[in-house]
T-cell receptor, first 112, second 112 residues
């Protein structure tokens, strides 16, 4: 049973465009939702994270939008750059637990 | 400050062989975990530990053993390697979700 569903599997965006990656979850006990960025040959690295008490969190060109009622959250990358080309994973965990459940990942390609 | 160190980076095993993947962190993190990453499958949790002497199973524990005798080290043992265990293995550590997970650079394992 996949607890966090991520879409799309792959995404191609032109430089300067907006990249949008979506995730949905079923377990209402989840209360921590991070996004990780992974470059080829490297381990994932934390990009940005949100908790359900806010609907949006922005850090530079990266924004998480959170819809608690729909049990969905998304990553928006504004002004996408070729250097943003990577695989992005959404994840979720429950309060008091360090155990993260990951989505299957989205491979983003930003064309110059 | 090395973060999370995984060794070896690459390994080829024959079916039936055993081996230990090493993981060490120098951040005094309580929580450590092992994930495997397969194409299209995302990151799946194998085993995790919330502190020295405490381990538990994740989503895909079969064929793997772990132990946590110190805060710093969390080795993953393959008991009898099978081709289905061909994967990239990541070790990660964290401290109460503060700053998210820190991942190692991975071990690429091929079982022939």
């Amino acid at each position: 049973q996949q607890q966090v569903k991520q879409s799309p599997q792959s995404l191609i965006v032109q430089k300067g465009g907006i990249s949008i990656i979506n995730c949905a979850y079923e377990n209402t006990a989840f209360d921590y939702f991070p996004w990780y960025q992974q470059f080829p040959g490297k381990g994932p690295a934390l990009l940005i994270a949100i908790r359900p008490d806010v609907s949006e969190k922005k850090e530079g060109r990266f924004t998480i939008s959170f819809n608690k009622s729909a049990k969905q959250f998304s990553l928006h990358i504004m002004d996408s750059q070729p250097g943003d080309s990577a695989t992005y994973f959404c994840a979720a965990s429950m309060d008091g637990s360090e155990k993260l459940v990951f989505g299957k990942g989205t491979k983003l390609t930003v064309n110059p | 400050n090395a973060g999370v160190t995984q060794t070896p980076k690459f390994q080829v095993l024959k079916t039936g062989q055993s081996m230990t993947l090493q993981c060490a962190q120098d951040m005094n993190h309580e929580y450590m975990s092992w994930y495997r990453q397969d194409p299209g499958m995302g990151l799946r949790l194998i085993h995790y530990s919330v502190g020295a002497g405490i381990t538990d199973q994740g989503e895909v524990p079969n064929g793997y053993n772990v132990s946590r005798s110190t805060t710093e080290d969390f080795p993953l043992r393959l008991l009898s390697a099978a081709p289905s265990q061909t994967s990239v293995y990541f070790c990660a550590s964290s401290y109460r979700q503060v700053g998210g997970y820190t991942f190692g650079s991975g071990t690429r394992l091929t079982v022939v």
